[in-house]
């Protein structure tokens, strides 16, 4: 079995930075590439970031020059640096990430998301 756990969500004022991390446990033998979506009520999720097995990220429109992704294989994590953040980026944030199990197979699984509030 894998799980992916979100943590690092909470209220944050205008203007401030948050950290989010995404945990993969479980069977994982690799791990490919890690994304972050976020969701706004009776909204579809929107792709925020992504980094692939070689490091290379890549941005939505509404996180060039504010947000970070990263990973760390050693302890099968990503990260995701936001700063400036604006009321308008509050939402569910999950973490999907590509991840070979232990008997090779490749699936691609979801956290159960975690809640970023920006309000003064």
């Known amino acids: 079995q894998v799980q992916l756990v979100e943590s690092g969500g909470g209220l944050v004022q205008p203007g401030g930075s948050l950290r989010l991390s995404c945990t993969a446990s479980g069977t994982v033998s690799a791990v490919n590439t890690w994304t972050w979506f976020r969701q706004l009520p009776g909204e579809e999720r929107d792709l925020v970031a992504s980094i692939n097995s070689g490091g290379i990220a890549a941005y939505g429109d509404s996180a060039v020059g504010r947000f970070t992704i990263s990973r760390d294989n050693a302890k099968n994590q990503a990260y995701l640096q936001m700063s400036s953040l604006e009321p308008e980026d509050t939402a569910v944030y999950y973490c999907?990430?590509?991840?070979?199990?232990?008997?090779?197979?490749?699936?691609?699984?979801w956290g159960k998301g975690t809640l970023v509030t920006v309000s003064s």
């Open positions: 999907n990430a590509d991840i070979q199990d232990y008997s090779s197979r490749f699936a691609y699984y």
